[in-house]
């Protein structure tokens, strides 16, 4: 009777936990209620219209800057990811946190310092994902904050670089460029290449080539780096794998983006002069420039598949749902 009476409570509570696994599934983001979404949607509203400037100025540059265009897509990512988690958000006991409102006011005061006083261009969009932060921080708590904080910090990666920073760093990615595409185009029979700074001087069959190779800011790379980074951290996060291996693919999206500019350069370089000069302009070139991002995805999923097929971990068998009969003798 005792080992009867056993078994029907394993069974109970192997039912119970199918059926709260199942409840979780079910739970959808309608769930919440009415009156959270009228909480959000007045937390929007005055977050609008106290960074509506900044908000501006971000969209514009997406529009105006093809360099800075795949920030449409980042708050899509941010709300894709807060929707991976979101059985757990839902089903959490929300606990404000009053160290949320002190940060959400210092942010808020540095945020009005900064456009009256400093006028550290980069440090307002910053402020203002910092302020969002804050916000989590004090209405969710930090249990919230273990699910958003991803969601909230990918945000950065569609806040454009200052112009004076962005240059400083396309630069040397412009003449590493140019440095091995000449190296390279000099393996060509009756071919002289020689650079200077990002121009590529080209002697071709005893004729100059004019103008010369001008590796432009538009093929300093930094566009498909920037893509591609937050692409790349997206992947790794959606994609289960050790933590380690998480680290290897973000290190690697940056020798991979810049290894695909190279490429794109040399390529030009050829077709600039072993084919026609002006398919290596105009929609010619942004055409080439598009097809370095699939490249650079192969040689991303390459890396990742040979981690994956290499470095196998045994599965964790779970003990969960085993039912335990006793006999008594």
Known sequence: MKAFSYSMIQNHDSISSTQIRTEQKNLGWASLGLHTYVKILIISVLFCYLFFEQIDKIVFRWLDDPSWSHGFLIPLFS??????HKNEIISIKTRPSYLGLFFLICFIALYFLDVLHFGFA????????????????FLGGWYLVRYSWLPVSYLIFAVPLPARFYRQITIPMRQLAAQVATVLLNFVPKLEASVSGVVIDVIYKGVKKEPALDVAEACSGMRLLMAFMALGVAMAYLHYRPMWQRLILL?????????????????TGFIYILWDPRYAQGVWHDLLGMLMLPLAFGLYGCLAWFMSNIFTEEPIVSSENIIVRRRER
């Open 79 to 84: 709300l894709y990811f807060l929707n991976q």
């Open 122 to 137: 980069y440090g307002e969009p910053i402020l203002m994902i910092a302020t969002i932060a804050a916000i989590v921080l």
């Open 251 to 267: 290190a690697t999206t940056i020798p991979i983006a810049i290894f695909c500019n190279v490429i794109r350069v040399t390529v």
